[in-house]
């Protein structure tokens, strides 16, 4: 059942389509990655979705009805650029928030210490903000995102500027709260944090949906014809090859598809016949970044395209 | 626009505002800057270097050097010989003579001056006066009184007139001033009602500045530390810029309450005593129009500092863009400060009813002049319908404004907000 649905969302900054009639669905208890490069249009899409910004046309539906107040109570948020009150301490300031959503009381403030102590920051409530580190901070504002108990969750680029440590922490409590029920958005240009942890995505590119659906079927759909090889050698001689109808080359991996399905068999002959040292051979299979490169057309992904000011 | 999450946010700026440092230093020490401006006034207006002084009176005529020898001699600072004076009588051509060698005394303050009093003084009053330092009238004033009665007494005493006479011609003109108003007693008027309006100006003029720039930095704290994107997952932006309003106004009422505190306690109790030339003529419902005017004022300006706070994202940018907003506050300031010349002046009349202005100029008009209730009301009904015409404005260009980052908007730009949707 899906409890989300955003339908035909279009904006426009000074002419400019950052967001060029999106649609999509999220289903219920499920982790959704809103993904595309910088500039794609996720956050103005994320925003919409908030009700920060309207839109020029279209409507976020929650469980068939307009999403409004209602839902910015059930959602916690959390933007791309972070940033708190410097001058307020932690416990404060996230119980502050937690207000906002209409959360007060004891239960809250006992939520917020055990939060704390797993973020290893029980210590630190009464500290201002301004006297705790970077990544200490974030992992405050994280705090703040879930403390209320948010049915939904949305995270715009949750990974940028973590360490690799609170990196796994995110990931750990992110999956834990899908465990418990909740939607789990985010955005990201990561697209293999996103093939790991999604269960359904929405790809854009400069602002239109490309691709859209369950991971696990996109990539069914994606990987036929698609063989995925790590490799030591020179595969140049490929690119003339009559079965081979496409090449991409990773440098030590390639993705390379075929004219026919019956004709990976063939590759694989192809390539130990030419001296090519295969280390992992696997048929069907495609990444992410694979598919948006063949759907975005552009091999560079880690281009920052044309950026609208907004985004 | 007035719900929980509003009160929430109201609740958290008062917490910032109320028990942060700079507030409860301005509240104590602008009526200690105010008094101590007013004080250093009064010091140095009557600070007199003139404790002694030696000088010397020459007259041309003996009865002209009695007669102004007796009422210097009344001087109390003759008396006690901390001034010191030397008479003498000689006709204008000695006098001559003689200046040149006082010369070298007059330029080392042996001798701080010398008087000259010409017989014809008794028909012109006119005398002369030698000093390295002639305009120096703390000095002069201290005898100008005492020869000008030595001049008249000798005048009137050749013509057969009775003391009490001689005592009319004189005098100067004292003028009393009364206040006719709608009251059924005619009052005197003091210098108090003066000081009330000087106080209030200022008062006004301070409390709307500092919650004003209070105001601005706040959003910009709220813009730049990419705050306000979390707040609006949350509240809306009308909510969020009621919140903030509301909870600096009440921080800026209860600061100017605090600072009328001895004003209406003087007003309501009989405990503290005004000298007679100090009495005030305001009371306590004045007091009270006084602040809700302020108020209605106070929401209005925190709206456009909180505006021009969302356009920019750096205080020095936002410096460069308040001056249209200064200009709202300093021209009704300067126009409250003639009114202590002339209360009754057109402009400041009109000001007193203008939109903005009327903040800062009809409490100065109330503590001066009796005001009739259609222009108190009609003042009241400008502010608030300037309220409403301001606030949609500022609430479009605040809710395009405080999700704007990047490069300094022109205000050509800021007027196209107001066509955007969001």
């Given at each position: 059942m899906h409890v989300?649905?955003?339908k035909n969302l279009v904006k426009t900054f000074d002419g400019i389509r950052a967001v060029d009639d999106v649609s999509f669905t999220i289903p219920e208890g499920c982790v959704f990655g809103l993904i595309g490069r910088n500039g794609a249009g996720k956050t103005t899409t994320l925003?919409?979705?908030?009700?920060?910004?309207?839109?020029?046309?279209?409507?976020?539906?929650?469980?068939?009805?307009?999403?409004?107040?209602?839902?910015?109570?059930?959602?916690?948020?959390l933007p791309e650029e972070r940033g708190l009150y410097k001058k307020m301490k932690v416990l404060e300031t996230l119980l502050f928030f937690a207000e906002l959503k209409g959360k007060t009381g004891k239960a809250v403030e006992k939520q917020a210490i055990k939060y704390l102590e797993r973020f290893q920051l029980a210590d630190r409530k009464n500290s201002k903000l301004e006297d705790l580190s970077k990544g200490n901070q974030q992992k405050v504002q994280?705090?703040?995102?879930?403390?209320?108990?948010?049915?939904?969750?949305?995270?715009?680029?949750?990974?940028?500027?973590?360490?690799?440590?609170?990196?796994?922490?995110?990931k750990e409590i992110i999956l834990e709260l899908r465990d418990q029920g909740k939607v789990i958005i985010f955005s990201t240009h990561l697209m293999d944090f996103a093939e790991r942890m999604c269960d359904h995505i929405t790809m854009l590119d400069k602002g239109r949906v490309i691709l859209n659906g369950a991971l696990s079927d996109i990539k069914a759909?994606?990987?036929?014809?698609?063989?995925?090889?790590?490799?030591?050698?020179?595969?140049?001689?490929?690119?003339?090859?009559?079965?081979?109808?496409?090449?991409?080359?990773?440098?030590?991996?390639?993705?390379?598809?075929?004219?026919?399905?019956?004709?990976?068999?063939?590759?694989l002959r192809t390539l130990v016949e030419n001296n090519i040292n295969v280390t992992k051979f696997a048929a069907d299979e495609i990444s992410l970044q694979e598919i948006f490169v063949d759907l975005a057309g552009d091999d560079n992904t880690n281009s920052i395209a044309a950026e609208v000011k907004y985004v | 626009m007035f719900n929980r999450r509003t009160l929430s946010v109201i609740k958290r700026e008062l917490r910032e505002k109320v028990l942060s440092r700079s507030f409860i230093f301005m509240t104590l020490l602008i009526p200690v800057f105010i008094f101590g401006i007013l004080g250093l006034q009064m010091v140095l207006y009557n600070y007199d270097s003139n404790k002694t002084a030696t000088i010397e009176v020459s007259c041309e005529t003996s009865q002209l050097a009695a007669a102004i020898g007796t009422e210097f001699g009344k001087l109390p600072f003759v008396k006690d010989g901390s001034f010191k004076l030397k008479y003498n009588f000689m006709s204008k051509d000695d006098f001559d003579k003689m200046l040149p060698l006082l010369k070298k005394d007059l330029l080392e303050e042996k001798l701080n001056?010398?008087?000259?009093?010409?017989?014809?003084?008794?028909?012109?009053k006119k005398i002369n006066y030698y000093s390295k330092n002639p305009n120096n009238y703390s000095l002069l004033n201290k005898f100008r009184s005492s020869i000008n009665a030595a001049l008249i007494n000798l005048y009137f005493s050749k013509k057969q007139l009775s003391a009490n006479e001689i005592s009319?011609?004189?005098?100067?003109v004292d003028i009393d001033g009364f206040r006719i108003s709608n009251d059924k007693n005619i009052k005197a008027e003091g210098e108090g009602n003066q000081v009330v309006s000087y106080l209030l100006t200022f008062l006004l003029y301070m409390s709307l500045i500092f919650s004003g720039?209070?105001?601005?930095?706040?959003?910009?704290?709220?813009?730049?530390n990419r705050i306000v994107e979390i707040l609006l997952s949350s509240v809306n932006s009308k909510e969020l810029m009621a919140g903030k309003i509301i909870g600096t106004s009440i921080t800026g009422i209860a600061q100017m309450t605090i600072w009328l505190l001895p004003l209406i306690m003087v007003i309501s109790s009989s405990v503290f005593v005004l000298p007679k030339e100090f009495t005030i003529d305001i009371n306590l419902s004045q007091v009270a129009f006084v602040l809700f005017n302020f108020l209605i004022g106070l929401v209005t300006f925190l709206g456009l500092f909180a505006t021009v706070g969302a356009i920019f994202d750096n205080d020095q940018d936002a410096q460069s863009g308040i001056w249209p907003i200064m200009i709202l506050i300093m021209i009704p300031f300067f126009i409250a400060f003639s009114l202590i010349n002339n209360p009754e002046n057109t402009i400041g009349m009109v000001a007193s009813m203008l939109p903005f202005a009327s903040i800062i100029v009809m409490p100065a008009r109330i503590s001066l002049v009796d005001i009739p209730a259609w222009q108190l009301v009609l003042a009241i009904v400008v502010n608030l319908a300037t309220l409403g015409v301001i606030f949609p404005l500022a609430g479009k260009i605040y809710r395009v404004g405080i999700l704007m980052t990047g490069k300094k908007p022109k205000w050509g730009e800021v007027i196209k907000w107001l066509k955007y949707k969001y």
């Open positions: 989300l649905e955003v925003r919409i979705m908030m009700n920060i910004y309207l839109p020029d046309s279209g409507e976020v539906l929650l469980q068939g009805a307009k999403a409004g107040q209602d839902f910015k109570d059930k959602v916690g948020y994280f705090i703040t995102t879930i403390l209320h108990d948010p049915e939904f969750i949305i995270l715009d680029e949750p990974f940028t500027g973590l360490d690799p440590i609170n990196t796994n922490l995110l759909k994606y990987s036929q014809r698609n063989v995925s090889i790590n490799y030591r050698g020179d595969l140049s001689f490929l690119k003339s090859n009559p079965v081979v109808e496409k090449i991409v080359n990773y440098g030590n991996s390639s993705s390379i598809k075929v004219k026919e399905p019956q004709q990976v068999q063939q590759l | 001056g010398v008087l000259f009093i010409p017989g014809s003084a008794l028909s012109d009319y011609a004189g005098e100067g720039t209070m105001m601005m930095r706040s959003v910009i704290q709220e813009k730049s």
